[in-house]
């Protein structure tokens, strides 16, 4: 069995760039692909990047995804950061062994 | 659009079961499958399993295995997901999601309470 590793929180200020990375404990990132989720408190979850890198219809291009075999990981990058990005981001990815394997999450502040 | 409509919130007791439904709306209910994933108060997503709509196949969480049941009723376009033996710390908000093979959850319902408690 596989886990995804997010640090706990980050926070950045408005308009600036923000990275939140996705470390697999074993066996290799790019075996399976990664989702990324957004999920406002009180809310539901909702997809900001699925197959790694892309992104659902209406996800602003601020979003975008990435996964780097080197340090194992996968990253979320979200650019001109904007108070409504402000939520827990929850990583994910799948097989067939494991199941589907989340991340701890990550709250992100925009301050 | 593609809705997912969840049931009410549920108190039980512990020990006993609790039968969660999703009803589907929007796409062809049999091309996809279900997800099911639960939230502890204040804690991050845990996956519990998967079930295909087309063909009724399963795959569990191993921690979960012999007391979690998925259904669907391809008739209704509902799925269901059954907890047995429940304990406090199966309280949690659980959310249904379309996901093709248990893996990218694009759609998601809005989520059902279930308490634990005596």
């Known amino acids: 069995n596989f886990m995804l590793t997010q640090p706990h929180s980050v926070s950045e200020s408005p308009g600036k760039t923000v990275t939140i990375s996705c470390t697999r404990s074993?066996?290799?990132?790019?075996?399976?692909?990664v989702q990324w989720y957004q999920q406002r408190p009180g809310s539901s979850p909702t997809t900001v990047i699925y197959?790694?890198?892309?992104?659902p219809s209406g996800v602003p291009d601020r979003f975008s995804g990435s996964i780097d075999s080197s340090s194992n990981s996968a990253s979320l990058t979200i650019s001109g950061l904007k108070t409504e990005d402000e939520a827990d981001y929850y990583c994910?990815?799948?097989?067939?062994?494991?199941?589907?394997?989340f991340g701890g999450g990550t709250k992100l502040t925009v301050l | 659009q593609v809705q997912l409509v969840q049931s009410g919130a549920e108190v039980k007791k512990p020990g006993a079961s609790v039968k969660v439904s999703c009803k589907a709306s929007g796409y062809t209910f049999t091309s996809y499958g279900i997800s099911w994933v639960r939230q502890a108060p204040g804690q991050g997503l845990e996956w519990m399993g998967w079930?295909?709509?087309?063909?009724?196949?399963?795959n569990y969480a191993q921690k979960l295995q012999g007391r979690v049941t998925m259904t669907t009723d391809t008739s209704t376009s509902t799925a269901y997901m059954e907890l047995r033996s429940l304990r406090s710390d199966d309280t949690a908000v659980y959310y249904c999601a379309r996901s093709l093979y248990g893996d990218y959850m694009d759609y998601w319902g809005q989520g059902t309470l279930v308490t634990v408690s005596s």
């Open positions: 074993s066996g290799s990132i790019a075996s399976n692909y």
């Open positions: 994910q990815s799948y097989d067939s062994s494991n199941g589907g394997v």
């Open positions: 079930i295909s709509a087309y063909n009724g196949n399963t």
């Open positions: 197959e790694d890198n892309q992104r």
